[in-house]
């Protein structure tokens, strides 16, 4: 292989996807650059400039004139730090999330639509060949916070969800395999049937295109009320604030849409979780024993008041299950 293949690789690729046709208007009205700045901001709802400037490599000077072009069109908006008052945190504001959801849906038509030009039996082998090129050009190194993205589920993932809960518990915890049950309902009713402005799905991708965690956020019986389900890190994935970010999206979420509590139910054996609900301002209202998945359990039902921990999170940041 030469330096030419990778370059002549490189053009092919760039026109295939269209990232330079505007005439489309895929991007419009912003430009490549600016649409990624946007997706990463919806993808890490609590984003500070410095680690947005490392994460996409730019210039200080060109991405302070793409926020405060942002900020002008009321998309983003800034503000002290949580780590660090002498930085600033950008957030969607909910024309932000708009135009950021927009952006998603073109990408998606355009990619379903150049998926559809590829025969099925060939996709497999297109899919290998992608997972190779991110395997081989990072290094096989292992993956860091800021590989991590969170994005929305793709066609597969909601299965994915169900047998990873499944296989993760059973190994950590001996659950049998009524969770496994229990978990397929929860992702049978939201793929049948859920409203996509009150309800979403988080999954955690890394840089070789791997998902190593994932999160719901479905309406709650009661009024106003969301529910965070299905909290889960892959093993060898933890310590790099996953969990932290998926919990932090689906309270962004919930409160962005108008949602006055978010609640959820977890057992005591899942301590790495609750310490995460606990740095997130939720607080435990009941606890009960039960017996279910094959185990003695403590079932716990945390609530987290999204109007108070609003002004309570201006300066703190805060797995499990179902």
């Keep these: 292989m030469t330096v030419q293949d990778i370059r002549s690789f490189n053009r092919f690729y760039t026109n295939v996807i269209g990232a330079l046709d505007y005439g489309r208007h895929l991007y419009a009205p912003y430009t490549l650059t600016e649409s990624r700045v946007l997706y990463e901001l919806a993808h890490a709802p609590r ?30 908006e800034r503000t002290p730090s949580d780590k660090d008052p002498r930085r600033r945190r950008i957030t969607l504001t909910s024309r932000g999330r708009d135009a950021a959801g927009l952006l998603e849906e073109r990408a998606r038509e355009t990619v379903a639509a150049l998926l559809d030009t590829v025969a099925p039996v060939d996709r497999p082998r297109l899919a290998e060949a992608m997972r190779t090129i991110r395997s081989v050009l990072g290094g096989g190194r292992a993956p860091e916070a800021q590989d991590v993205v969170l994005r929305d589920p793709a ?8 047998q990873r809960n499944a296989a993760v518990y059973a190994a950590e915890y001996g ?5 496994e049950g229990l978990v397929a309902r929860i992702v049978a009713d939201f793929g049948e049937d859920h409203d ?3 309800e979403r799905v988080w999954i955690a991708e890394t840089g070789d295109g791997r998902p190593v965690g994932c999160v719901m956020c479905v309406r709650d019986e009661a009024p106003a009320t969301a529910r965070l389900r299905l909290l889960l ?7 790099l604030g996953i969990g932290d970010r998926l919990v932090e999206a689906c309270i962004g979420f919930a409160r962005g849409v108008g949602y006055r509590e978010l609640v959820l139910w977890t057992n005591d054996v899942l301590t790495t979780a609750r310490r995460i609900y606990q740095r997130h301002g939720f607080v435990l209202v009941a606890e009960k024993p039960h017996r279910s998945f094959g185990k003695d359990l403590v079932g716990q ?3 987290l008041d999204l109007h108070a921990a609003s002004e309570r999170l201006r300066g703190a940041v805060p797995g499990s299950h179902e």
Excluded: C, M
Aim: hydrophobic share 45%.
């Design 47 to 76: 984003t500070d400039a410095a680690d947005l400037r490392a994460a996409l490599s730019l210039d200080a000077g060109y991405l302070s004139r793409i926020l405060n072009k942002f900020e002008q069109d009321g998309l983003v």
């Design 196 to 198: 996509p402005h009150l």
């Design 175 to 179: 659950w049998n395999a009524d969770y």
């Design 233 to 239: 890190v892959e093993p060898d994935a933890r310590g």
């Design 301 to 303: 039902d945390w609530r």
């Design 155 to 162: 066609p597969g993932d909601l299965g994915w969800i169900v």
